[in-house]
């Protein structure tokens, strides 16, 4: 029966935490590998968004907060909880700053955005 209720729960909630360690690696001048971690923490019994696997994916939304580019957003399922996890972006503009942000979501809903992770773009081609 308890396991029922705690099923109950769950299935009403919204991610409880915002990931962390956002970061974005550029591949080339127009394409970024955004990655981030969320966190498991097995020691707090509130953060229960994660139990049975109720996180569904995640929502990667990158924009160009002084452009007038409408934002990217990718919704992605790669990696696992606990670890690390990737998006590749691409369609940047050389020379633009991006913000970077993601956040988890369920059937009932979005969980906090991360930190915005800030980023510009090269203008010159990096690669030899």
Same mark, same amino acid.
């Given at each position: $029966?308890? $396991? #029922?209720?705690? /099923?109950?729960? *769950?299935?009403?909630?919204?991610?409880?935490?915002? %990931?962390? &360690?956002?970061?974005?690696? $550029?591949?080339?001048?127009?394409?970024?590998?955004?990655? #981030?971690? =969320?966190? *498991?923490?097995?020691?707090? %019994?509130?953060?229960?968004?994660?139990?049975?696997? $109720?996180?569904?994916? /995640?929502?990667?939304?990158?924009?160009?907060?002084?452009?007038?580019?409408?934002?990217?957003?990718?919704? &992605? =399922? @790669?990696?696992?909880?606990?670890?690390?996890? #990737?998006?590749?972006?691409?369609?940047?503009?050389?020379?633009?700053?991006?913000?970077?942000?993601?956040?988890?979501?369920?059937?009932?809903?979005?969980?906090? +955005?991360?930190? +915005? /992770?800030?980023?510009?773009?090269?203008? @010159?081609? /990096?690669? @030899?």
């Amino acid at each position: $029966m308890r $396991m #029922w209720s705690v /099923f109950v729960i *769950l299935s009403f909630l919204v991610p409880l935490v915002a %990931p962390i &360690n956002v970061s974005a690696y $550029m591949i080339n001048q127009t394409t970024a590998n955004i990655s #981030w971690i =969320y966190p *498991l923490d097995t020691n707090n %019994p509130d953060d229960i968004s994660l139990l049975g696997g $109720m996180i569904k994916g /995640f929502y990667v939304i990158v924009f160009a907060p002084l452009s007038m580019q409408p934002p990217i957003v990718h919704r &992605n =399922y @790669e990696g696992t909880i606990g670890t690390q996890y #990737w998006d590749t972006v691409g369609n940047l503009t050389p020379g633009t700053t991006y913000h970077a942000q993601v956040k988890a979501f369920t059937k009932k809903g979005d969980g906090k +955005p991360s930190v +915005p /992770f800030i980023f510009t773009v090269p203008k @010159e081609d /990096f690669r @030899e």
